[in-house]
């Protein structure tokens, strides 16, 4: 069952099932109300998952490219992301 609640002028939708978390907000609560028993339907039926399609190495390349640029140090960080990347990749292509 989707939890709905009053957020100033909107309303906030919260929906938890199968261990899938999703939540919205909308203007109105009969489109909160909608929205969340559609999100549920669609949990039910496996359309909707919670683990998402990506590796660890697409999170290590996103953080190099978006986050370390912004710190300290940023340019010794981003090769050692992009030398563990090189190793991993290697091993993994020799196991196989």
Not at 11 to 35: C, H, L, M, Y
Request: hydrophobic share 40%; glycine share 8%.
């Amino acid at each position: 069952m989707a939890s709905i609640r009053k957020a100033g002028k909107s309303w906030e939708v919260f929906v938890s099932k199968n261990g899938v978390r999703k939540s919205a907000t909308f203007p109105t609560k009969i489109e909160a109300q909608n929205w969340g028993a559609a999100t549920e339907v669609d949990i039910i039926a496996g359309k909707v998952s919670g683990i998402p399609d990506k590796t660890f190495g697409d999170l290590l390349s996103k953080y190099a490219h978006e986050v370390s640029p912004n710190k300290r140090g940023s340019r010794w960080k981003i090769i050692r992301i992009n030398k563990y990347l090189r190793t991993i990749l290697q091993r993994f292509t020799c196991a196989i």
